[in-house]
């Protein structure tokens, strides 16, 4: 069984900063990546930013130069460094873990203030 913790999220007003963790435990035998998505009010679950165990990253459009995706695969941990926030970055962000087949986080709020 594989779980995933995930802490860091809060409120914040605009232009501040927050940093995600999500650490992964179980029964992991090879992981192809780990990521972020979010979800707000109303809307679909969307991709944030994604790191490859070889190091590629990806982002959304709408993040890309404010967020930083990192992770430590010794610890099967991942992190999204989130600067410049927005009130659209207001959502329930989720942590992925792909191996093959998909493992989600519980969600953890991040909540924006203009």
């Known amino acids: 069984q594989v779980q995933l913790v995930e802490s860091g999220g809060g409120s914040v007003q605009a232009g501040g900063s927050l940093r995600l963790s999500c650490a992964a435990s179980g029964s992991i035998f090879s992981t192809n990546a780990m990521g972020w998505y979010r979800q707000a009010p109303g809307k679909q679950r969307e991709l944030v930013a994604i790191v490859t165990r070889f190091g590629t990253t990806n982002y959304a459009d709408s993040v890309k130069g404010r967020f930083i995706i990192s992770s430590d695969n010794a610890k099967n941990t991942v992190y999204l460094q989130m600067n410049s926030l927005k009130p659209e970055d207001t959502a329930v962000y989720y942590c992925?873990?792909?191996?093959?087949?998909?493992?989600w986080g519980q969600g953890t709020q991040v909540t924006v203030s203009s």
């Open positions: 992925n873990l792909y191996t093959g087949r998909d493992y």
